[in-house]
């Protein structure tokens, strides 16, 4: 009776363990072939637009890696946190104003350099000091970390102006070097709302001295201060972008309505305007699914001017990472409602994915699974000299099909409910044998009588 009662028991299992089984890639919608060019044992590539597209879960939990022979690959996420609020750790740098034609050269700067306080005295070709300023010389030496941005202040009561600014830097002030050939600038003011644009985003950055120079016509005010933002890593990461064209919402005649068909982490973004010459305030907000209510993320001021340099537009604006896949402008009316639709630009630093390169080659990165668990292995004891090799992915392939990314509805569960109603027959078989034994060795035990 055991023997029956535990082999019950072990057809009960069974099916729980099947369904606690590795999937296989034909369990996964779409796949990613993954192309290496070089023997290593750890491999790293970003993920495509794709796979934004293509997963489920906004986590990224329904992907996996696949060797040649199916077997699953040990794999990793690299995620990008929310950049950093740097306002408060943002530095003051010494500015120096050139008016008029004054230009910084080996031959006509006169530099003295004060340690420790790293003072600087300039004496340029030009002795126009009224002329209007059209370059600022900002001393960096103090700075001990790469500059990811400058944010330039002037006067609350400056007067309206847009325009470009180009940056330059030097370690000597005699020989220059472009890293922002154009950036926007603007300072708008408007039924009582203001456009300000003033920050403007570098590659990370590190040099002794820097230069900012008007691109055509300089502004009638002058900067009072220039704050640079220090960079949270050497390196600039490489955005990828996405532009989708808006849908007019029919429950709000001020609102454009987005649909990105993907839930990539979006860290930077932007709205196009149809028409030149047009400056609105747009608030943007985002929800996961178009049941949920509207999460509102920034509230801006966008702009398309011509000059004579050119089209001006305003640059993009960072927000903290959102994956949400559905978008809402909606348009201040203060600035004039613009013609439609508007577009909506998104920018985002890809996830990574890391994995070893256990079993033969060609790898595959499958995704789409609407029932699949996360199942991320933690690669952070990999040695740091051993080195990770660069990867890439091919071509979009149909591995299980688009029917993996709903949800099947569960099969009525006939082999458990039998194996159940076995294991509850068998109880109460048990029971009852156990009862009349009982019975039975209570009648045997009971007084006798003697004759």
């Known amino acids: 009776?055991?023997?029956?009662?535990?082999?019950?028991?072990?057809?009960?299992?069974?099916?729980?363990?099947?369904?606690?089984?590795?999937?296989?890639?034909?369990?996964?919608?779409?796949?990613?072939?993954?192309?290496?060019?070089?023997?290593?044992?750890?491999?790293?590539f970003p993920l495509p637009l794709a796979v934004y597209q293509g997963t489920v879960r906004d986590d990224l939990g329904d992907v996996r890696l696949f060797n040649a022979q199916g077997e699953s690959v040990p794999y990793s996420l690299l995620r990008r946190a929310a950049p950093p609020q740097t306002d408060a750790a943002a530095t003051a740098l010494p500015l120096f104003p050139l008016h008029g034609s004054a230009r910084v050269v080996n031959d006509g700067v006169h530099l003295t350099i004060d340690s420790p306080g790293s003072a600087v005295n300039l004496q340029t070709q030009s002795g126009a000091v009224n002329a209007t300023v059209n370059q600022y010389i900002l001393d960096g030496r103090a700075l001990t970390a790469a500059v990811a941005a400058l944010r330039l202040n002037w006067p609350e009561t400056a007067s309206d102006y847009s325009g470009r600014v180009k940056i330059e830097v030097s370690?000597?002030?005699?020989?220059?070097q472009t890293i922002v050939a154009a950036a926007p600038t603007a300072n708008f003011h408007a039924n009582g709302q203001a456009l300000i644009e003033n920050r403007i985003g570098l590659p990370p950055t590190k040099?002794?001295?820097?230069?900012?120079?008007?691109v055509g016509p300089p502004p009638s005010f002058e900067l009072t201060s220039v704050l640079a933002e220090p960079a949270d890593s050497?390196?600039?990461s490489v955005h990828a972008s996405l532009e989708v064209e808006g849908t007019t919402n029919p429950t709000?005649?001020?609102?454009?309505?987005?649909?990105?068909?993907?839930?990539?982490?979006?860290?930077?973004?932007?709205?196009?305007l149809p028409e030149a010459n047009t400056v609105n305030t747009i608030e943007l907000s985002s929800r996961r699914m178009p049941s949920d209510p509207w999460r509102t993320i920034?509230?801006?001021?966008?702009?398309?001017?011509?000059?004579?340099?050119?089209?001006?537009?305003?640059?993009?604006?960072?927000?903290?990472?959102?994956?949400?896949?559905?978008?809402?402008?909606?348009?201040?009316?203060?600035?004039?409602?613009?013609?439609?639709?508007?577009?909506l630009h998104v920018e985002w630093v890809p996830n990574e994915v890391t994995f070893l390169?256990?079993?033969?080659?060609?790898?595959?990165l499958v995704y789409g699974n609407a029932t699949a668990a996360g199942a991320?292995?933690?690669?952070?004891?990999?040695?740091?000299?051993?080195e990770i090799a660069a990867a890439t992915v091919d071509t979009r392939q149909v591995v299980g099909g688009a029917n993996r990314l709903t949800p099947k509805p569960a099969a009525f569960p006939w082999v458990r409910i039998l194996l159940w109603s076995a294991l509850l027959l068998a109880m109460a078989l048990l029971g009852w044998m156990a009862f009349h034994l009982s019975k039975d060795t209570g009648s045997s035990n009971g007084p006798t009588t003697m004759h």
């Open 1 to 44: 009776m055991k023997s029956i009662f535990g082999w019950l028991i072990w057809l009960m299992i069974v099916p729980i363990l099947g369904d606690a089984a590795d999937l296989s890639p034909q369990d996964f919608a779409f796949g990613l072939p993954v192309v290496t060019t070089k023997e290593a044992a750890v491999y790293r």
């Open 234 to 236: 050497p390196v600039e």
């Open 357 to 364: 390169a256990r079993g033969q080659a060609p790898f595959l």
């Open 298 to 343: 920034t509230k801006a001021g966008f702009y398309r001017l011509k000059t004579q340099e050119g089209e001006q537009r305003n640059a993009p604006i960072e927000i903290g990472i959102d994956r949400d896949r559905y978008w809402r402008a909606r348009i201040i009316r203060g600035g004039g409602l613009p013609q439609r639709p508007l577009r």
């Open 207 to 214: 040099a002794k001295f820097w230069r900012i120079s008007w």
């Open 376 to 386: 991320e292995a933690d690669l952070t004891q990999i040695p740091a000299d051993v």
């Open 252 to 272: 709000e005649a001020d609102a454009d309505l987005f649909d990105l068909g993907a839930h990539p982490p979006v860290s930077r973004l932007n709205v196009t």
């Open 171 to 176: 370690d000597d002030l005699g020989t220059w």
